[in-house]
Every structure is written in structure tokens, then in C-alpha cells.
């Protein structure tokens, strides 16, 4: 059964940092990218970030660039994202998502249609 368990999340004041963990289970992890979503009441889920197990490759959405970074652990079946410079507006649900296909444009990797398999969210909360 494919499993994807985020963790992480809290409370945290603008400025501050948290780092969410994404781990998977239930398929070979090394085959597969990564996507990190988030979404708040009455908006659509967007995708923020973006990696693949299979070279490494990474990607982010503008409204995240030089703040996230993504990473990935194959040995522990988990992806990570550090989450630095947080401001009000990044408090939302935040997801996982997983895919095994190969996408190679920022707006296909970031695209919720492309991923197969969801975690349930951990909530992200930035005080102002």
C-alpha cells in the first residue's frame, strides 16, 4: 500500500523556520519525483517545490524560491523541505505528492494533475 506521511508542521512567527518531512512507503522511492503542495480554505492547491529521486533535480514555484529548499533522503525514503524566511501568507495545509512520471517543465512538475498519490497535509501556521 503507498503511503506518503507528512510531518512537521506548527506554529511559527514570520520569519522563523520549519522544516516538513515526507515519508514514503509502499513503492521503490528511488523511482519516483517528489512534489510539495499547499493549499488554504477556498483556494486552489498549489504546487511549491519539486524533486526527483531519479537525478536529483529540483524546482520552485517563484513565491518560494530562496526561501525552501528541497531535499531528499533515498536511504530513508523521505524528502524534506526546509522552509526559511516564513511569512504569513505560507500558513496552509502543506502536501506530498508522488509520481512516477518525468516532468520536465516547472509548470507540469508543479501541477497537482500530475501526482498519483497524496499525503494527508500537516498544517503550517505563520504568526505575524
Known amino acids: 500500500e503507498v503511503q506518503l506521511v507528512e510531518s512537521g508542521g506548527g506554529l511559527v512567527q514570520a520569519g522563523g523556520s520549519l522544516r516538513l518531512s515526507c515519508a514514503a512507503s509502499?513503492?521503490?522511492?528511488?523511482?519516483?519525483?517528489i512534489g510539495w503542495f499547499r493549499q488554504v480554505p477556498g483556494k486552489a492547491r498549489e504546487g511549491i517545490s519539486y524533486i526527483s529521486n531519479r537525478d536529483g533535480t529540483t524546482d520552485y514555484a517563484d513565491a518560494v524560491k530562496g526561501r525552501f529548499t528541497i531535499s531528499s533522503d533515498n536511504a530513508k525514503n523521505t524528502v524534506y523541505l526546509q522552509m526559511n524566511s516564513l511569512k504569513p501568507e505560507d500558513s496552509a495545509v502543506y502536501y506530498c505528492?508522488?509520481?512516477?512520471?518525468?516532468?520536465?517543465?516547472?509548470?507540469?512538475?508543479?501541477?497537482?494533475?500530475?501526482?498519483?498519490?497524496w499525503g494527508q497535509g500537516t498544517q503550517v501556521t505563520v504568526s505575524s
Open positions: 505528492a508522488a509520481t512516477r512520471r518525468s516532468l520536465t517543465l516547472t509548470l507540469v512538475r508543479l501541477s497537482v494533475r500530475r501526482y498519483d498519490y
Open positions: 509502499g513503492f521503490t522511492f528511488a523511482d519516483y519525483s
